[in-house]
């Protein structure tokens, strides 16, 4: 049998084993209450594990425009804006240090918003770190298994509360998050390096000779 990615029907029939339930065949036009409770348990598992931000979510150097207005305004997807973004790897032909913008500038509904100023006005470009809402289904495996594992465990715990099963899944979920986590750090290559304060003082002397 090939083995395939898990799906959002799996995920959902997963969380239903997790208290008894018989799974269902389709998620389109769904009839069955708890089918339906799981799906939209498996949606908010989904973006509240995917707001930590992770490599496979995360894009950094956006650059995003104001528009006619003045106001920047973000797509629906948007979970978090960082405004320092991170810097270009140190080594790469194109190593550069982020944009020195001191402004404090934050998220509000839809738009950016410069607390400092207290506008939602902008006259020129903001570059951005944008950690971004994925479908379930464009998930990589190790973040699907554990939103599954999660929501399964949340499930559970809503609609039948057993402390035996509560345990169990627990350890499951556990596993899966040291899963993810050790997914992030092979894909991801973090380096202290990424940190702008810390590049900054390394890159410092290269500024000044104008080599970068």
Avoid: C
Wanted: no cysteine.
């Amino acid at each position: 049998m090939t083995v395939i990615m898990t799906t959002e029907l799996n995920a959902v029939n997963t969380m239903l084993s997790s208290i008894g339930e018989p799974p269902v065949t389709t998620l389109d036009g769904q009839q069955n209450a708890d089918a339906a409770i799981a799906q939209n348990i498996l949606l908010e598992i989904n973006r509240e594990v995917q707001t930590m931000g992770w490599h496979f979510n995360t894009q950094d150097e956006v650059t995003l425009t104001p528009d006619v207005n003045n106001v920047i305004n973000l797509p629906a997807n948007v979970l978090r804006v960082d405004v320092n973004p991170k810097i270009k790897r140190l080594g790469s032909p194109s190593s550069t240090l982020p944009q020195n913008d001191n402004r404090d500038i934050t998220q509000r509904g839809q738009t950016l918003f410069d607390r400092t100023n207290n506008t939602t006005t902008f006259t020129k470009d903001v570059i951005v770190s944008i950690v971004f809402g994925l479908p379930f289904e464009q998930l990589p495996e190790p973040a699907r298994r554990y939103v599954t594992i999660k929501a399964a465990r949340v499930f559970q715990d809503r609609m039948v509360g057993s402390q035996k099963h509560h345990a169990f899944s627990r350890g499951d979920e556990m596993r899966a998050l040291s899963l993810l986590k050790e997914f992030e750090m092979d894909t991801a290559d973090p380096s202290i390096f990424d940190n702008y304060d810390t590049a900054r003082i390394v890159m410092r002397g290269d500024a000044q000779r104008g080599t970068i």
